[in-house]
């Protein structure tokens, strides 16, 4: 009975005490039946932004604004961040919350969603933002995705796909002195990309890597955890699709061609 009231006074507490959880809750009370897909507005913190799917954002703001998984230490107040998957622009609003005077490289490989991105960033006045428009990948020569429309664009999605335009990583970080967060979530080119990085993750300070593994291609995690332990980052993993009983339940019942799915935070003690 005392653990069931502690859970129970624990959501309570957490939903008064965080005003951002009670957004949350606001967004999902109101836009979380919305048919997926079909674009809109939403006004949340001090910004407002035009969206392709609902459902989306309203998990991409929970991520990044109420669990705040980007949050970093930095020691100035002008950091340099790479944002790879910048998505719509909430992962690089928030960053402009945290360090508003920070440079941001923001990368989205979906044309579709570079309209909105293009469109959030100047709309809220987000400024010091580069928009590139290309893949984040190993070389220079193009990318086929699978354009899913929303937060899903894969080069490992089955069904059609589209030739887009893709910057090798590495050859940018090597023109930089230094990186205070890298931040990854490219639907499964970090299994590729990461390891082509290699010693140039030596110059990033922080790095957010959202791991996926996808159920007819290898697995690649130790490769990826060998390459942060060699750069000297220490990590913590964090489950993003937890599956019960996995000896039996060996898909991601949200994306069954996945099996696995991780948010690996990685930093250097200073």
């Known amino acids: 009975m005392k653990l069931f009231f502690q859970l129970t006074l624990s959501g309570i507490y957490k939903f008064f005490k965080n005003p951002r959880q009670r957004i949350f809750f606001k967004l999902a009370l109101l836009y979380g039946g919305k048919q997926r897909y079909k674009d809109g507005k939403v ?33 100035t107040s002008t950091p340099l961040i790479y944002d790879c998957g910048s998505n719509v622009g909430s992962s690089c609003a928030y960053f402009k919350m945290l360090y508003p005077n920070a440079k941001i490289k923001a990368f989205e490989a979906d044309p579709n969603l570079v ?4 469109q959030n960033i100047e709309k809220n006045d987000l400024l ?11 070389d220079n020569n193009g990318i086929e995705l699978n354009l899913e429309g929303a937060d899903g664009s894969s080069i490992y999605s089955s069904g059609e796909k589209q030739k887009i335009d893709s910057i090798r990583l590495k050859d940018m ?4 002195t230094e990186i205070d967060m890298l931040k990854m979530d ?5 299994n590729q990309v990461v390891v082509d990085c290699g ?8 790095i957010f890597i959202e791991y996926h593994s996808f159920i007819k291609f290898p697995q ?15 990590y913590f993993i964090r489950n993003d699709a937890p599956r019960n009983m996995p000896f039996y339940n060996k898909i991601n019942k949200g ?16």
């Open 43 to 75: 006004k949340f913190e001090k910004f407002e932004f035009h969206i392709p799917d609902y459902q989306s954002f309203i998990w991409q703001y929970k991520e990044i604004f109420v669990e705040e998984f980007y949050k970093f230490p930095c020691d």
């Open 115 to 118: 309209k909105y991105l293009k």
């Open 128 to 138: 010091n933002i580069d928009i590139i428009d290309k893949a984040v990948w190993i």
């Open 173 to 176: 970080l090597d023109k930089e």
């Open 186 to 190: 490219i639907e499964g080119a970090e």
């Open 199 to 206: 010693e140039s993750l030596a110059k990033v300070k922080n």
């Open 220 to 234: 690649s995690l130790s490769q990826i955890l060998g390459i942060l332990e060699q750069n000297n980052f220490r």
């Open 255 to 270: 994306n069954p061609s996945m099996d696995l799915q991780l948010n690996i935070f990685g930093y250097r003690y200073r």
